[in-house]
């Protein structure tokens, strides 16, 4: 009798335990809501495909009363990183207010979410909670940080100052000021213009150090301490950002904005002449992180795609900037770019519409090859290498010269693009967020292999879609930019069964639950999901494919890569009121 009643009360035990975690096991969530005019989606996971029937439904209900205001099926969304997935879409719901789910099967409940985490919708809500922590709270902090005397923001994890992610950052407080300066009080705008000058002048000094070092005039070092090195894209990058720089402050400081064009100037010049800069070593490390053929330890002497787009988009700046001879040379690298294409005939299962890395190689390129800030050559030739095909250059040259020529071939490219790599890439996981790339004889994969996570390529892609969107006015596009954003929100793939924070935000102190990076910085955003353990690089392989690691270090890029992403969405939001 005594055993027959431990038996009961064990059972009873799993089932009042199951019951109660249920919720942050299985179901995830944004931890910082939803907006009313976008998607809004949950999501439950398991790795039995029969946890759910096909009628099961669920019930939004009320925090402050219980009250039911809205139900729906659940929707089977198949099986992904060895897991089944089903979503719970309540899109069509749209009045503010802090909500709770209950999952049911008829009349009864299977589990709900917790009424202390709730599910908030509300107006312009991810933009109120987090434009301000993301763009500029964390910069004050990381300013505090810095190298002195040198300035700057502290970065990342470690104290250095990479002059590449200072580039991405100052983008970012560019797309704020050009893509939502009515959203911004006066003393926020002049924290902007404050933070471009602390940013660019950083720049600045990593172009002196180079020349100090005895490079030609209008390199850039990486880092003003610890390393030396100069890369390609480094170069490009300051050549567009400091133009664009210089013409988004040259009324308030003409003499400041004349320096920086000048610095723009000088950089593409010297990257003309002396670039691509190779650097290499003798180990797998390329090969990893390019998806090139294992045994290919070194690249070849030709530009990489992404530098290439960074040389268009710093002559679209300069052109914009007054300096008008840039323009054919903004059409020269296009032209460079298109050759690179992938055609329907040569496409990757089904895929095309991307880009080869070269012309010499058949390997696409990847949305993310940054790995680290340190000195090694393989890091060193990949550093900076943030921006994942980002095509906005190619759709301001449309708009710009809506006559010449090639603008129906620069159309056709964008939409071969959007069309047939990013919708079906999003497509291939039910959260919509934009793949690393197409593995040769892997496919697409998201985390295998991988240095560090990934999150600010979820930030770009939001700006990609939205501005996809804006061309083509499809719907799809809204889908994958909110999934990009939400992901980081809390609504993925979760971080640790029979762990109470299950479903968390990955902005540090934004959201009913988040994580921390190791500075406990507000506003900051985690490297997030890996599948092979923060800062190593193993052989990418659809077995290892998988969301199983949290990587913890905060960096000043995943903000960056947020922002823009966000005031692309704001900026479309502004036309739905």
């Known amino acids: 009798m005594h055993k027959i009643y431990s038996l009961i009360f064990l059972l009873t035990s799993i089932c009042t335990f ?18 009313m005019n976008l998607p809004k989606v949950a999501m439950i996971q398991h790795k039995d495909s029969t946890l759910l029937s096909e009628n099961v439904s669920y019930t939004l209900h009320k925090i402050v009363n219980d009250k039911k205001v809205y139900s ?3 929707v089977s969304q198949g099986k992904k990183w060895g897991k089944y997935w089903w979503k719970v879409d309540f899109s069509n719901y749209k009045i503010a207010g802090d909500y709770y789910l209950k999952i049911k099967k008829g009349k009864e409940t299977l589990f709900k979410s917790k009424k202390d985490l709730p599910i908030k919708i509300g107006k312009n809500l991810i933009w109120n909670k987090t434009w301000y922590p993301t763009a500029l709270h964390h910069l004050h902090i990381r300013d505090s940080l810095s190298y002195k005397p040198e300035g700057g923001w502290k970065d990342c994890g470690s104290p250095l100052q990479e002059v590449s992610s200072h580039i991405i950052m100052l983008n970012a407080l560019c797309d704020l000021l050009e893509l939502t300066p009515n959203e911004l009080k006066e003393s926020e705008l002049q924290e902007v213009y404050h933070h471009l000058v602390v940013g660019a002048n950083y720049v600045s000094l990593c172009q002196d150090k180079a020349k100090e070092l005895g490079f030609q005039e209008g390199a850039v070092i990486h880092e003003m301490r610890e390393n030396y090195k100069v890369v390609t894209g480094n170069v490009a990058k300051t050549a567009m950002i400091l133009a664009r720089i210089s013409r988004l402050i040259k009324n308030k400081n003409p003499l400041l904005a004349e320096s920086y064009l000048e610095r723009s100037i000088k950089a593409y010049s010297w990257i003309s002449t002396f670039g691509p800069v190779l650097h290499w070593d003798n180990t797998n490390n390329f090969a990893i992180t390019h998806g090139a053929p294992f045994g290919m330890h070194k690249p070849p002497k030709e530009w990489m795609t992404r530098d290439l787009m960074m040389m268009l988009w710093a002559s679209l700046e300069l052109y914009k900037s007054g300096e008008t001879e840039y323009k054919q040379k903004a059409i020269e690298y296009a032209n460079k770019i298109m050759a690179r294409q ?23 390129e990847k949305a993310n090859i940054h790995c680290g800030a340190w ?3 393989y890091k060193a030739y990949n550093q900076g290498g943030h921006f994942p095909h980002y095509l906005i250059p190619f759709i301001e040259m449309r708009k710009l010269w809506p006559n010449h020529a090639d603008n129906k071939k620069w159309n056709k490219m964008v939409h ?3 069309y047939h790599y990013f919708i079906p890439a999003t497509n291939q996981n039910p959260f919509k967020i934009l793949p690393a790339g197409y593995y040769k004889d892997e496919g697409l994969l998201n985390w295998s292999g991988w240095y560090h996570g990934h999150n600010k390529i979820f930030g770009y892609a939001a700006g990609l879609a939205m501005e996809f969107y804006h061309l083509y006015g499809d719907e799809q596009f809204i889908d994958i930019a909110t999934g990009n954003l939400q992901w980081i929100t809390g609504l993925h793939s979760g971080f640790h069964e029979n762990n109470p924070d299950f479903s968390a935000s990955m902005i540090v102190s934004i959201g009913n639950r988040y994580k921390e990076d190791w500075d406990a910085m507000v506003g900051t955003i985690t490297n997030g999901f890996e599948a092979d353990g923060q800062f190593k690089l193993e052989k ?5 494919d998988l969301p199983i690691v949290f990587g913890d270090e905060g960096g000043i890029h995943h903000p960056a890569g947020w922002i823009s992403g966000l005031t692309r969405l704001k900026a ?4 739905k009121e």
């Open 18 to 35: 199951s019951q109660e975690s249920f919720d942050y096991r299985y179901l995830t969530y944004s931890q910082v809501g939803y907006d």
């Open 72 to 74: 729906g099926k659940i």
């Open 342 to 364: 992938v055609l329907k005939k040569k496409s990757e299962e089904g895929l095309f519409g991307h880009f080869y890395t070269y012309d010499s190689f058949d390997f696409t």
């Open 375 to 377: 000195n090694a050559n």
């Open 416 to 418: 071969d693009f959007a």
């Open 540 to 544: 990418p392989s659809k077995e290892t």
């Open 572 to 575: 479309y939001l502004n036309t």
